[in-house]
């Protein structure tokens, strides 16, 4: 089952009409900063001089991870499926913030190790009740990973034809932190000990055995090389089908918004394998969690928010959102000089 997708660069014969009329607003130039290159990144990926957001749509992917048993985590993984029934019934920090802003949220079993009850808001895509134990075992098959990236494909296609040209992810999933640490670490070479954090809580008791069990692990599989035999040995459900899911939004040129650390070590597996992904992301924010600042440089990434973040669950993208529709809207309906009679 090969992976096959298509993502075109963006165009670069707009990039000067952009700027252009960036340029001609009234204002001194450069003034609006960030939102200025956030409002050319948007035109270039929808390929216009009046881009649009519409309809808006945060996915949370969800699953279990078996190296919870190792005691990596300051949580039982029972609250996995505890968070996605209050994501379910609007609870949730990214459920008040998707309404705040009028975001459409949709919940992905990804790979819960629970039967969740069914919800309108809910999508069954369970690929395992969990993965397994990666100090032992690797989390997943090269099959099981490969239909979870094409898995999170899927969805994004059915929000692609439902009318969605802005998307972004986040997940749930107790442990995914140590998933998202080895994959930083396998896939950027940085030092094991400055990709590690303490996740949902760890005291320097735990932060230390946390690390202890990771080094185990990697000495376990230290023969594995190549972006997906990383992604199947110690990912998630959960985080392969994001980053399947940013290669198709990608693919359907929309306008993708990153969260955190965890939904950034997907996209590092994505890119790995289509480096034109981040031409269409923009990251919301950088978040508390050590090793989060060094993943985005990796991606050579200027975050829009810095607000000591570090809950997942999507909370930076929906943040973020509202300074995407701000940039949209002095671009398109901000005057020029010539149009307001000022003077420059």
């Known amino acids: 089952m090969p992976l096959d997708f298509v993502i075109r660069p963006r165009s670069k014969t707009l990039c000067s009409s952009l700027q252009n009329k960036i340029d001609q607003k009234t204002k001194p130039l450069g003034s609006l900063g960030q939102l200025e290159s956030l409002a050319l990144q948007i035109g270039l990926c929808q390929n216009t001089l009046t881009p649009r957001l519409n309809k808006p749509c945060i996915i949370i ?3 279990d991870h078996g190296i919870v048993e190792s005691g990596v ?10 968070m996605a029934a209050n994501f379910l019934s609007g609870g949730a920090a990214i459920s008040v913030f998707a309404r705040q802003h009028q975001l459409e949220l949709l919940i992905v079993d990804a790979g819960v190790n629970a039967d969740l009850d069914s919800h309108p808001g809910l999508i069954d895509a369970k690929i395992g009740k969990g993965t397994k ?4 075992y690797p989390a997943m098959t090269s099959e099981a990973c490969i239909k979870a990236i094409q898995t999170g494909a899927e969805l994004v296609f059915q929000q692609f034809i439902n009318g969605c040209n802005c998307i972004g992810f986040g997940e749930m999933g107790i442990g995914n932190t140590s998933s998202a640490t080895l994959l930083m670490h396998c896939l950027t070479a940085l030092p094991l000990a400055q990709c590690v954090g303490r996740g949902a809580g760890l005291n320097d008791v735990q932060l230390q055995h946390k690390l202890s069990i990771l080094q185990q692990a990697l000495h376990q599989h230290k023969d594995i090389a190549g972006p997906l035999d ?5 990912g998630g459900y959960e985080i392969a089908m994001m980053a399947g899911a940013y ?13 955190g650390f965890i939904s950034g070590s997907a996209l590092l597996a994505a890119c790995k394998l289509y480096p034109q992904v981040l031409e269409y992301c923009v990251f919301s924010h950088v978040s508390g969690e ?6 985005l440089d990796q991606f050579n990434a200027k975050p829009l928010l ?4 570090r809950l997942g669950e999507g909370s930076g993208v929906a943040l973020a959102y509202p300074l ?3 940039a949209v809207a002095f671009l398109n309906e901000m005057a020029t000089f010539a149009e307001a009679g000022v003077d420059h």
């Open 133 to 136: 134990n990666f100090l032992t």
């Open 73 to 82: 985590s300051a949580y039982p993984q029972t609250v996995t499926a505890q």
């Open 247 to 259: 290669l198709k939004a990608a693919e359907l040129g929309m306008l993708i918004m990153v969260d």
């Open 306 to 309: 810095n607000l000591d973040l």
């Open 324 to 326: 995407l529709q701000s």
């Open 290 to 295: 050590q090793g989060h600042q060094a993943l």
């Open 61 to 63: 992917f969800a699953g």
């Open 230 to 234: 990383i992604l199947a040995t110690f």
